[in-house]
């Protein structure tokens, strides 16, 4: 197998960081980079005022996306990966923040106070990341550290070398 054929998933709250891990990995690794949240402005089905932001049709994303994975080679990005089918990916991370530091990335977004407080609580309670463990293997889930600048650089490279190691593993 070559890394072509290789899948990510990046998961976690809001704010933590997917978006920028997601880009500076596919610029080194030539993995494509896809962000489902982007997906979301044209693959909805209503708008939530509450929260505003648009409702995912869960069952369009994965119609849009089946020949790109298919494909592989592919970074896919979303806070959460639980409708995302499970052969998609070899391994998913799940980006995690002190609640401090989301608390003020969140609020620096302009995030109201309910989409506030319901994502920290999500961070607090390891939603996403149950999410992730319910819905792939445990050996595939890893959680990575996304407080301050240098966890980006320490991120991007231990995912980097599993990439390296997964090629020379599958290279046959």
Known sequence: MLKSQLWLGC??????????LGKELASRSGLKYI???????????????EYDCPILDEDRVVDE????MREGGTIVDYHGCDFFPE???H?????????SVLYKRLKTRGYGEKKLKDNI??????VLYEEAIASYKEEIVHQLSSNKPEDLEDNINQILKWIEQW????NT
């Open 121 to 126: 609580q999500c961070e607090i309670f390891q």
């Open 91 to 99: 391994i998913v991370f799940v980006l995690r923040t002190d609640n």
């Open 11 to 20: 998961g976690g709250t809001p704010g933590v960081g997917k978006t920028t």
């Open 65 to 68: 996306l089946e020949n790109q």
């Open 35 to 49: 962000n489902v949240g982007d997906l979301a402005q044209e693959l909805y089905n209503g708008y939530d005022e």
């Open 87 to 89: 052969r998609w990916f």
């Open 167 to 170: 090629v020379k593993d599958h």
